[in-house]
């Protein structure tokens, strides 16, 4: 069995949607459905069982799981950067990975897991996922910072080398609609355009970036799970490596692509950024690819005008939006 925790969410619900089209499905949900609509991931899915996120930490730490575990890909987490509950994020992001790697380590099951983007802080520090580096970052929000312990708690426990962990950095595509005000700026554009006709971005407070051009790298829901299916497939490489394109692109551009996509005219207006955010914000990030390319990894991330294409004219406008 492949356990995938965070199985209805965004991304992990996309892997699963991988492994069903690689032949699998030979897997377990773990997740906590609750009240949201993340449940609507799971309709098209094909899996053998489905646990919630308390039962299956308390088989792991009583160590009664009851079926044979081949590999864990560990997606579950409070992904939300405004969280303030730090202790709530301690509890599910931290503690819980831990428990959960400890576990398959010990039993010599593979194990990949969700690092993030956000552990970069303000990126004065850079983007680079050489080790060295890793240990020095300085994230800027608490669901960063949830992120940075546990990639610490991968090098202190020496783990490094058997463990893959992927810092996601802007990832966008089918089955995050149940995200609310942490959806991509895709998504929230393309209901702006169909509601408006325009798209509100928010102003720069930065003299050295103009109002549009703050800068992410944006990376497509597929082409992650390729990466994930990629090391799933090839046990011995292990260590903490960046997911994204390697090339930033500006909010603009991003926005500029939903447009082309429904095929209406460019029409943005620029709007104050909240002052609550105003520290935390990123005005550049750009994965350094070069320690996943090194390594061999064969996927070849597809252009931001070719990936919001296929989103918006596949998903967004279908009647079928899931993957």
């Given at each position: 069995m492949i356990v995938v925790t965070g199985g209805a969410g965004f991304i992990g619900s996309a892997i699963v949607w991988k492994l069903n089209m690689e032949g699998h499905d030979d897997i377990?949900?773990?997740?906590?459905?609750?009240?949201?609509?993340?449940?609507?991931?799971?309709?098209?899915?094909?899996?053998?069982?489905?646990?919630?996120?308390?039962?299956?930490?308390?088989?792991?730490r009583n160590d009664t799981v009851p079926f044979d575990v081949t590999a864990v890909i560990h997606m579950g987490a409070c992904s939300s950067t405004t969280e303030r509950n730090a202790d709530y994020?301690?509890?599910?992001?931290?503690?819980?990975?831990?428990?959960?790697?400890?576990?398959?380590?010990?039993?010599?099951?593979?194990?990949?897991?969700?690092?993030?983007?956000?552990t970069y802080g303000?990126?004065?520090?850079?983007?680079?996922?050489?080790?060295?580096?890793?240990?020095?970052?300085?994230?800027?929000?608490?669901?960063?910072?949830?992120?940075?312990l546990f990639d610490l708690w991968i090098f202190r426990m020496g783990l490094a080398d058997r463990v893959a962990g992927l810092k996601f950095?802007?990832?966008?595509?089918?089955?995050?609609?149940?995200?609310?005000?942490?959806?991509?700026?895709?998504?929230?554009?393309?209901?702006?355009?169909?509601d408006t006709g325009k798209v509100r971005l928010f102003k720069s407070h930065r003299q050295d970036f103009q109002d549009g051009e703050q800068m992410r790298d944006f990376v497509?829901?597929?082409?992650?799970?390729?990466?994930?299916?990629?090391?799933?497939?090839?046990?011995?490489?292990?260590?903490?490596?960046n997911l994204g394109t390697g090339r930033a692109r500006t909010w603009k551009d991003l926005?500029?692509?939903?447009?082309?996509?429904?095929?209406?005219?460019?029409?943005?207006?620029?709007?104050?950024?909240?002052?609550?955010?105003r520290d935390q914000y990123q005005y550049f990030t750009e994965a350094n690819m070069g320690k996943l390319m090194s390594r061999g990894c064969p996927v070849v991330f597809r252009?931001?005008?070719?990936t919001v294409s296929d989103y918006v004219g596949n998903y967004l406008l279908s009647s079928r939006p899931h993957l």
């Amino acid at each position: 069995m492949i356990v995938v925790t965070g199985g209805a969410g965004f991304i992990g619900s996309a892997i699963v949607w991988k492994l069903n089209m690689e032949g699998h499905d030979d897997i377990i949900i773990v997740d906590n459905l609750g009240t949201s609509d993340k449940w609507k991931n799971l309709v098209p899915r094909r899996y053998a069982g489905y646990f919630h996120k308390n039962q299956f930490i308390e088989m792991i730490r009583n160590d009664t799981v009851p079926f044979d575990v081949t590999a864990v890909i560990h997606m579950g987490a409070c992904s939300s950067t405004t969280e303030r509950n730090a202790d709530y994020l301690m509890d599910n992001n931290y503690r819980y990975s831990c428990s959960v790697a400890e576990w398959a380590v010990k039993k010599d099951i593979r194990f990949i897991y969700a690092s993030s983007a956000a552990t970069y802080g303000d990126g004065t520090l850079g983007f680079s996922d050489d080790d060295t580096v890793t240990t020095t970052l300085y994230p800027i929000n608490m669901y960063g910072y949830s992120k940075q312990l546990f990639d610490l708690w991968i090098f202190r426990m020496g783990l490094a080398d058997r463990v893959a962990g992927l810092k996601f950095f802007n990832v966008f595509g089918p089955n995050e609609y149940h995200k609310s005000d942490m959806r991509s700026v895709v998504h929230k554009s393309f209901e702006q355009i169909r509601d408006t006709g325009k798209v509100r971005l928010f102003k720069s407070h930065r003299q050295d970036f103009q109002d549009g051009e703050q800068m992410r790298d944006f990376v497509y829901v597929k082409d992650c799970v390729d990466v994930v299916w990629w090391f799933l497939r090839n046990n011995g490489i292990n260590g903490i490596f960046n997911l994204g394109t390697g090339r930033a692109r500006t909010w603009k551009d991003l926005v500029s692509a939903v447009f082309t996509a429904m095929e209406r005219e460019r029409n943005i207006e620029f709007i104050d950024m909240p002052e609550s955010i105003r520290d935390q914000y990123q005005y550049f990030t750009e994965a350094n690819m070069g320690k996943l390319m090194s390594r061999g990894c064969p996927v070849v991330f597809r252009s931001l005008e070719e990936t919001v294409s296929d989103y918006v004219g596949n998903y967004l406008l279908s009647s079928r939006p899931h993957l």
